[in-house]
């Protein structure tokens, strides 16, 4: 698509309950991230695709959370057990994945999914 | 580990008046340096970015930043606010390790712009 793509773009959920955050990155990207947005924390990292496989998920706060991502594309952020801890917006990023001539390339970002959790 | 540190959260500027918002990263070699804006209920959009070459680099919206090796800043400037750049704007850093970009995030400064 022309741009990330991410939905809902607002989920209430009850503490206890399973929550599948979506997104859709730009085709052709093959580097999608996602980053938790809460109150006065900034984007805090989560996960990072290359393909279908996830090298680096250091940055899932607990087993909770987990996510995969199919063919290359669509990816689904999954919370388990969800605690109002877990209240945020939740980005997700992509990128065209290669280093591009001068080493770097940038990401461009969904609207985000608000996730309260009551 | 890198880390970027944005030493204001919230700055209040009146509209025509100037404006500078801090960023100080902390990587070992040369970064990958971002501004990012997101308006209310916004993704983040790309301002501007530093790979490499001319440490003064212009953006979108009449935004500048310049790149100070020495003093680990990447600061963003604008030499006459509008009403509509209120939003929030996050610096970041990134590179390259084990074949993947990491990018990290500042906290954030909020900007408000009062007539």
């Known amino acids: 698509g022309a741009g990330v793509s991410q939905s809902p773009s607002n989920k209430v959920t009850e503490k206890g309950k399973d929550v599948e955050l979506r997104c859709d990155p730009i085709?052709?990207?093959?580097?999608l991230y996602w980053y938790r947005q809460s109150l006065g924390q900034g984007l805090e990292f989560l996960i990072y695709?290359?393909?279908?496989?996830?090298?680096?998920k250091s940055g899932l706060p607990s087993d909770r959370f987990s996510a995969e991502r199919t063919g290359g594309s669509v990816s689904t952020l999954t919370i388990q057990r969800t605690q109002q801890e877990d209240s945020a917006v939740y980005l997700c990023?992509?990128?065209?994945?290669?280093?591009?001539?001068?080493?770097?390339?940038?990401?461009?970002f969904g609207a985000g999914s608000r996730l309260t959790v009551l | 580990a890198q880390s970027v540190t944005q030493p204001d959260i919230h700055i209040t500027v009146s509209e025509g008046a100037s404006l500078e918002l801090r960023c100080n990263y902390s990587?070992?070699?040369?970064?990958?340096l971002f501004w990012y804006v997101q308006s209310p209920g916004q993704g983040l959009q790309l301002l501007l970015k530093y790979f490499s070459g001319d440490t003064l680099v212009q953006g979108i919206k009449g935004f500048e930043a310049e790149f100070k090796r020495s003093q680990s800043s990447f600061n963003l400037r604008k030499p006459s606010v509008h009403w509509s750049d209120a939003a929030e704007y996050f610096c970041?850093?990134?590179?390259?390790?084990?074949?993947?970009?990491?990018?990290?995030f500042g906290i954030g400064t909020k900007l408000q712009v009062i007539p």
């Open positions: 990023a992509s990128s065209s994945g290669y280093r591009g001539p001068y080493g770097a390339n940038v990401l461009t």
């Open positions: 695709f290359q393909g279908n496989s996830a090298p680096d």
């Open positions: 990587y070992g070699a040369t970064p990958y």
């Open positions: 085709s052709g990207h093959t580097a």
């Open positions: 970041a850093v990134g590179s390259f390790s084990g074949g993947y970009q990491k990018v990290t």
